[in-house]
Antibody, heavy 119, light 107 residues
C-alpha cells in the first residue's frame, strides 16, 4: 500500500519561507513523477508543482513560479517543496501525490499539511 | 492555460438516482482527463483517468465518457457514500488544471 506523509506546514508571516516534506513508501519512488497540489480553505484544487522521477525536470504554474522550488531525494524516498516570498493567498492544505509528466493524473494522495500565511 | 468548467456547481439528488456531471475544457484535451472524488475532511481520490478508465478499486457504477472538450461522469445508482465533491482535471499538457468542482447533495 502506498503511503504519503506530508509535514512541515505551519503559520508563517507574509514574505516568509517554509519547506514542506513528503515521505513516501510502498512504491518505487524514483520511478514516479511527483507533484504538489494545494487546496485553499473551502476552495478547489490547484496543482502547484511537479518533478520527474529522476529529478531532472521541474514544472510550475505562473502563480508560484520563481517562489516555489520542488525537489526530491530518491535515496530517502522524500519529496520537498521549498516555498519563499509567501503570500496570504498561498494559505492552503498542501497535498503530495504521485503524478506529473508523462502520465498526468494523481494517485494516490497524502492527507496534506496545512500552510497558513498570516501576519 | 486550459480552463476547466464543471456544471452544475451543486446537484441535489436522491439515493438510487442516476446522475451525470459535466466538465468542459476551453480547448481540446483529447482524452487526457481525470475525475476525482473528495469527501469532507478527506484527500481527493482518483476515480477515472483517460476519460473513461476506472482506477483500481472504483465501483462499476462510476463511468466516464467524452473527448476533446466535453466530458461526463455518470454514477448509475447513487449510494450514500457517493455524496461528495467531484473534480475533473486535464493533463493534456504539463500545466495541469482542475475544474471548480460539483457538489452532490442529498435531496
Amino acid at each position: 500500500e502506498v503511503q504519503l506523509v506530508e509535514s512541515g506546514g505551519g503559520l508563517v508571516q507574509p514574505g516568509g519561507s517554509l519547506r514542506l516534506s513528503c515521505a513516501a513508501s510502498g512504491l518505487t519512488f524514483s520511478s514516479y513523477a511527483m507533484s504538489w497540489v494545494r487546496q485553499a480553505p473551502g476552495k478547489g484544487l490547484e496543482w502547484v508543482s511537479a518533478i520527474t522521477g529522476g529529478g531532472g525536470s521541474t514544472y510550475y504554474p505562473d502563480s508560484v513560479k520563481d517562489r516555489f522550488t520542488i525537489s526530491r531525494d530518491n535515496s530517502k524516498n522524500t519529496l520537498y517543496l521549498q516555498m519563499s516570498s509567501l503570500r496570504v493567498e498561498d494559505t492552503a492544505l498542501y497535498y503530495c501525490t504521485p503524478g506529473g509528466p508523462p502520465t498526468g493524473w494523481f494517485d494516490p494522495w497524502g492527507q496534506g499539511t496545512l500552510v497558513t500565511v498570516s501576519s | 492555460e486550459i480552463v476547466m468548467t464543471q456544471s452544475p456547481a451543486t446537484l441535489s439528488v436522491s439515493p438510487g438516482e442516476r446522475v451525470t456531471l459535466s466538465c468542459r475544457a476551453s480547448q481540446s484535451v483529447s482524452s487526457n482527463l481525470a475525475w476525482y472524488q473528495q469527501k469532507p475532511g478527506q484527500a481527493p481520490r482518483l476515480l477515472i483517468f483517460h476519460a473513461s478508465t476506472r482506477a483500481t478499486g472504483i465501483p462499476a457504477r462510476f463511468s466516464g465518457s467524452g473527448s476533446g472538450t466535453e466530458f461526463t461522469l455518470t454514477i448509475s445508482s447513487l449510494q450514500s457514500e457517493d455524496f461528495a465533491v467531484y473534480y475533473c482535471q486535464h493533463y493534456n499538457s504539463w500545466l495541469y488544471t482542475f475544474g471548480q468542482g460539483t457538489k452532490l447533495d442529498i435531496k
